[in-house]
């Protein structure tokens, strides 16, 4: 088998076991977060924010006509994006 097959093998199971690890991490009942505490926790501008959401680069609700985000998945999309 071809090097960079062999190389691309493994950075996908490596990447999948660290998936698997932040899934244990999360906590079950942790409630969505709101925009502000999204931007505060990712240290973000409001205009990027916007722009990851038009690009669907992060997963999130929509709840009463508000954002909300679900922070081990927002984790999960961004690590993935890498």
């Known amino acids: 088998?071809?090097?960079?097959?062999?190389?691309?093998?493994?950075?996908?199971?490596?990447?999948?076991?660290?998936?698997?690890?932040?899934?244990?991490q999360q906590p079950v009942n942790e409630p969505p977060i709101d925009s502000r505490?999204?931007?505060k926790r990712l240290g973000i501008?409001?205009?990027?924010l916007i722009r990851m959401r038009k690009r669907k680069e992060i997963p999130f609700l929509v709840v009463c006509g508000h954002y909300r985000y679900l922070w081990f998945d927002?984790?999960?999309a961004l690590q993935s994006k890498k």
């Open 74 to 76: 927002v984790l999960n």
């Open 45 to 48: 501008s409001e205009p990027t």
């Open 1 to 24: 088998m071809p090097a960079a097959i062999e190389q691309l093998q493994a950075t996908v199971t490596t990447l999948h076991e660290e998936v698997i690890q932040l899934r244990k």
């Open 37 to 39: 505490e999204l931007m």
